[in-house]
């Protein structure tokens, strides 16, 4: 047997290219079959997502929730965890860089607050995990299970919070008081700004950048520490990882609570970003879709920022659709979220083998002459 | 930075007041139970209706699916030069605010909800009057001395509902017990029939046999309970007695078409003011819904009672409790 391999770019680009065209395909049959113009639909979404400076700003500000929350799933699904749960840990987290700005943004200047900001969101979203992480590793609880369970209760401890204590007391709505400037992240656009770069307002500001890092720093985390090696070992062979004198239940713990902390930052976005001020449901579903956007990057932080670009693109762009075609309702863009999520999540087998063994049988025709 | 920040906003306050706001874009954006929820969102969703038919004018629609598409929604409707734009729903406040401030050219108008900008005008209801007659109405029919209330979520709003209601309870029979739920605690639960209905049933067992749900679009699984266990039901925002007749013994009407309807007609004459427009029984901004549908349900002596109650509130002899006036119902 020769030891031929598939091209790298093959898995890489080939195959998610030919499942996102292949959702786009079916996209356009929906939107054809309910009367309307495909083609006009995918004009919208394309010129909404990338066409125009402002439009890609927003792009880039919802993808950068989902390298957070891609990146969380990801890092567990590594150690062989299925973390749901970054939903609520985004929640948890942005409650923590909520009470940090709200306790220090009338004393401490921006440098001050920023990176305490950063500790309490990933301190925050890390509790929350921990405590499924613990179930988990000590008392056998399916993770998968508690950590849905913790979404429910994060956002009903939210909701406690912000109507008994965190909400201003001389409204109806559940916001608590705006943060003062010098608690905000600030916007790209104004850091842009003096250097004659005009990128349009859009709400993209500094967490994308520390986003950027986390991709970063979850690639030498994962393959170029031992901990990492660790880690992969546990999610590969959990036998073989105890066998090999691994801590398994204390790397659980760990990893859990790495991933947690990575879908807190969701809240650094959210909350110091954009809100300036702490409020209900600002985790949107995000948690969620970091699930879809991790199984799409492959579970590799490079692949990963690729995924929540275009993620962002199709929450931007769809936003765009549902404005310009009122005909197009907001829930056929939910369809072909849906669409794409299918193709190239849970579908990727469909063309991955075929293809695969093609480029398998040409290079060994290729060696065999 | 903060000076950076500054002149950011003022080159865009620059921009926006070059679109001139002439008031004859008219916009609405819906909340996320969508313009077809039967309760809330369909109430400005007839007004916006009606407005339509009755000028020719038509409406510019939004429906945002997730909280970013809100401000979203809103700062691209105000750039086009939408106005006045009526924002539905206290849940849409923080981001009307911001989008307000940086087009002070464009007129919002937000209902349920006070925001104090010279070009917003906030439209809240006295959701306590309306919920004070429907908690009389449902004291005077049970049989149980136990009715029931089904809120979607443990917020401000939806208490300024129950506390009406409790009341009006207590001052027809200060004995009855009120059972009180929440659906839940996201922006799902103003969307959640089965959750409702589950919710419906458990009241159910404990006695109640008149439930009062103030739930959005989950109160359509809240009816369909009531209507399966034999029990009665009383709707929300608007007129839903024609969905269960015979079940629904009344509805608590906020009349959220009216206040869409004359935003946009004021705008039009341009008579549209900013600042705060509450809207009670003496308004019929809320009152409760008698018609076809209900009337079996509801004898002679009740009718008379109700309106006796009504007249009294509108005179303050009976002085209904503002759960938003300090946080607390008194109880």
């Known amino acids: ?369 | 930075m903060k000076g950076v920040f500054l002149a950011s906003v003022t080159a865009l306050a620059m921009s926006a007041s070059l679109v001139h706001a002439a008031d004859d874009k008219p916009a609405v954006v819906y909340d996320q139970a969508g313009k077809f929820d039967k309760s809330f969102n369909e109430g400005v969703y007839n007004g916006v209706k009606k407005y339509t038919a009755d000028t020719g004018q038509k409406i510019r629609e939004f429906e945002p699916k997730n909280e970013a598409q809100v401000e979203q929604g809103l700062r691209r409707l105000a750039k086009r030069g939408y106005s006045p734009i009526v924002a539905v729903g206290y849940s849409m406040s923080a981001a009307t605010e911001k989008v307000a401030k940086d087009f002070p050219n464009i007129h919002f108008s937000i209902i349920d909800s006070v925001i104090d900008l010279p070009n917003v005008q906030s439209i809240v209801f006295k959701e306590q009057e309306g919920s004070f007659l429907v908690g009389a109405l449902a004291a005077m029919k049970t049989k149980t001395n136990t009715v029931g209330f089904i809120g979607a979520m443990d917020v401000p709003l939806i208490r300024k509902f129950s506390c009406g209601y409790k009341q009006g309870v207590k001052y027809i029979a200060p004995n009855d017990k009120v059972i009180v739920n929440m659906v839940g605690s996201t922006g799902a639960a103003f969307t959640d029939p089965t959750k409702g209905s589950e919710l419906a049933k458990s009241q159910f067992s404990q006695g109640v046999d008149v439930v009062f749900a103030a739930a959005g679009g989950t109160g359509i699984g809240i009816y369909q309970a009531a209507a399966d266990a034999g029990k009665y039901a009383i709707g929300v925002d608007s007129n839903q007695n024609y969905l269960h007749p015979g079940v629904m013994l009344t509805s608590m009407v906020k009349r959220v078409d009216q206040a869409a309807y004359n935003t946009y007609k004021t705008a039009a004459e341009g008579t549209w003011k900013p600042g705060l427009i509450t809207l009670g029984l003496a308004d019929n901004g809320v009152s409760w819904a008698l018609d076809k549908y209900n009337e079996k349900q509801v004898t002679p002596e009740m009718v008379a009672k109700m309106k006796t109650i009504r007249a009294d509130i509108i005179s303050g002899k009976i002085q209904v409790h503002d759960y938003s006036k300090n946080g607390s119902c008194n109880d």
Request: glycine share 12%; aromatic share 14%.
């Open chain 1, 1 to 369: 047997m020769s030891q031929a391999k598939v091209p790298v770019w093959v898995n890489l680009a080939l195959i998610p290219l030919l499942n996102i065209s292949l959702a786009f395909l079916i996209s356009g049959l929906v939107i054809y079959a309910i009367g309307q113009d495909p083609f006009e639909a995918a004009g919208y979404m394309l010129y909404g997502a990338f066409g125009y400076n402002e439009g890609i700003g927003y792009t880039l500000y919802y993808a950068t929730n989902f390298i957070f929350t891609g990146l969380a799933v990801s890092v567990a699904f590594k150690a062989g965890l299925f973390n749901i749960g970054g939903e609520g840990q985004a929640y948890i987290g942005g409650l923590g860089v909520g009470l940090v700005c709200l306790a220090l943004d009338h004393t401490m200047p921006f440098y001050v607050i920023a990176p305490l900001a950063i500790i309490g969101a990933a301190v925050f979203g890390a509790a929350w995990a921990y405590i499924p992480a613990y179930l988990q590793a000590k008392r056998g609880s399916h993770i998968v299970i508690t950590t849905i369970m913790f979404n429910f209760i994060a956002s009903s401890l939210m909701v406690y919070l912000m109507v008994n204590w965190l909400k201003s007391p001389d409204s109806l709505s559940l916001n608590s008081r705006t943060f003062e400037e010098n608690a905000w992240m600030p916007y790209l656009h104004s850091l842009l700004m003096p250097l004659g770069i005009d990128i349009g307002d859009s709400p993209l500001n500094g967490a994308f950048i520390w986003a950027l890092l986390c991709c970063v720093g979850v690639w030498l985390l994962i393959w170029h520490t031992r901990w990492g090696y660790q880690l992969r070992t546990l999610g590969t062979n959990p036998t073989a990882a105890k066998y090999a004198g691994i801590d398994t239940s204390k790397v659980t713990i760990w990893v859990m609570m790495i991933s947690g902390a990575l879908a807190g930052f969701v809240g650094l976005n959210e909350i110091m970003g954009v809100n300036h001020s702490l409020l209900l449901n600002f985790a949107a579903g995000y948690g969620f879709a970091g699930i879809a956007v991790a199984l799409m990057g492959r579970n590799h932080p490079f692949g990963i920022l690729l995924a929540a670009i275009l993620f962002g693109a199709l929450y931007q762009g769809g936003a765009e659709v549902a404005f310009d075609m009122p005909e197009i309702t907001p829930d056929i863009v939910v369809v072909i979220q849906g669409l794409v999520i299918l193709f190239s999540g849970a579908l990727e087998h469909m063309f991955k083998d075929r293809i695969e063994g093609f480029f398998i049988r040409r290079a060994t025709a290729a060696q065999g002459k």
